[in-house]
């Protein structure tokens, strides 16, 4: 996993005299405009103190691999995505998820790859997460989550070379596009007929 550098600059807002008002320390800045606002119109005064900047080494997107990853809440609070929030890396996801561009060559093959044969499973059944599974209809789910209908799967060589369902040399090794997979190439040529453990991934070293 690649890691990008980042500086953080945070906001320490106070109001002098007011006991009641616990400082408050945030790297929000949008927070910070608000606060101002609010403490304006209630006829207080509210001090921002500029902190030192922050430095940190973070995760990469795994797409751009050049801005951090964006940090996304849910039930559970926050979590770390895939990918980074840039504008120009989203529209370029897309395009590639399209087929207008092609996907970057870091993400097709000049790193090790790993051939997986997928565990046959029953639809009814459920997802098993972190095994690559096909299911009666053939439909794919690789291990990071990626399934037909969202980011899909695309015919490739061993190497990870993405081809053409015509192409002479495929022979039904099927490239994750998933956003953030680690190079998961399906094999779907004999997938095990509902077996209880995955196979054995094989490595693969393109040269």
Known sequence: MKYVATATRRYR??????DWFEPIVTDDVHRVIRSRRAARLAGLQLVVTLLPLRAEEVPACSWCRARPRAV????????????CE??????????????????????????????????????????RPGVVTVDEFDDITCSCGNISSFAGFHPCLPGGALVE??????????????????GVIVDCREPAEYADEPGTPVEIVVI
Do not use: F
Request: charged share 30%; aromatic share 10%; with cysteine.
């Open 13 to 18: 807002m106070e109001l002098p005299d007011r």
């Open 165 to 182: 369902p015509d192409h002479p040399e495929w022979n039904g090794l099927w490239w994750c596009a998933g956003v953030g997979c680690p």
């Open 72 to 83: 996304e809440y849910d039930c559970d609070g926050a979590y770390l995505t895939a990918t």
């Open 86 to 127: 840039s504008a120009q890396c989203r529209k370029a996801r897309r395009l590639a998820y399209e087929g207008v561009i092609a996907y970057p060559s870091y993400r097709r093959g000049d790193q090790a790859s790993r051939i997986v044969k997928p565990v046959r499973v029953r639809r009814l059944d459920g997802p």
